[in-house]
């Protein structure tokens, strides 16, 4: 923690790091990989103070409370448009089809949020939109739960804390044809262009976040990279699920298409148990079980940290409670 960010050392740990992941993800020799700080939600008006350039407009599909997060900072800078929106009403809540979607007419991007952490739903395809327009996507909470054709974006960011490594850090995957467009007054550390000439070191950089995520990017290359990954999630996120559906003590309210396989948030049938559910949970040594504070009810996030023996552990005391409650 305490070696210099220009160190020889510290250097070569920085371009280990990004050849990892630059291995992991596949991605193209015209992104460039940036490193940053500010969280998810910086990116929110991050992109686009980058990237609305002459556009008057841009389009974002709003599939809950982080895509809202994020049309709501992009309102500053340009008119958007929500092209689609789920139906927050329905028992069901499912992600609108790209045939239902209103894009506009040259829009400077389109946003979507890949996973939905707090509601639970999760884009199980990459959309295919017309190539003049850049894809821009939140992956947040499930980058590197599984492989990922980063060739379809146009600006992919994730936050750290959830699949990567502690908070601090910030992962930007941008196409280099999407530079040139910043705002006249975006500051200079918050433009992708200055910030991928400096290496991410226009200022200095989470140090120890770098490192600890540089250690994930190994330990997922040595399962065996981000297939293994994604077989091993979907091994977890059917365990719960399976769990779930198999009585209707327990409840998940998305379509089944749309579950996201990181964040699974559930209700019980009868709400007066869920704080005996957890105190019960947390007894067992199984933590962080609360839903977010927004939403309420019981969210196990199963992030690519998460063992499969933990799952199998949550499903076993979840048939248990039932067996005791029912
Ligand atoms: C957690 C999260 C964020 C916010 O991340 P911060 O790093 O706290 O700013 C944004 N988007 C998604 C999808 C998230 O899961």
Known sequence: MEISHRSADFLELAAQMEQDLRDLLGIPANYKVLFLQGGGAQQFSQIPMNLVGQSAVCDYIDTGHWAHKAIVAARQYAQVNVAAAVDFGSDRRAIPRENGWRLSDKPAYLHYTANETIDGLEFQWVPDVEREIPLVADFSANILSGPLDVSRFGLIYAGAQKNIGPSGMTLVIVREDLFGRAHTYCPSILNYQVQADYGSMYNTPATFAWYAASLVFQWIK?????????????????????????????????????????NIPFRLADQRLEDLFLAG???????????????????????????EEAVQALADYMTDFERRHA
């Open 222 to 262: 040595s399962l065996g990279g981000l297939e293994a990954m994604r077989a091993r999630n979907v091994r977890k996120k059917d365990i719960l699920y399976r769990q779930i559906d198999s009585s209707g003590f327990y409840i998940n309210d998305v379509s089944v298409a749309d579950r996201s396989h990181m």
């Open 281 to 307: 949970a947390t007894e067992r040594g199984l933590i962080g079980l609360k839903g977010h504070r927004a939403k309420g009810g019981i969210r196990a996030s199963l992030y690519n940290a998460v063992s």
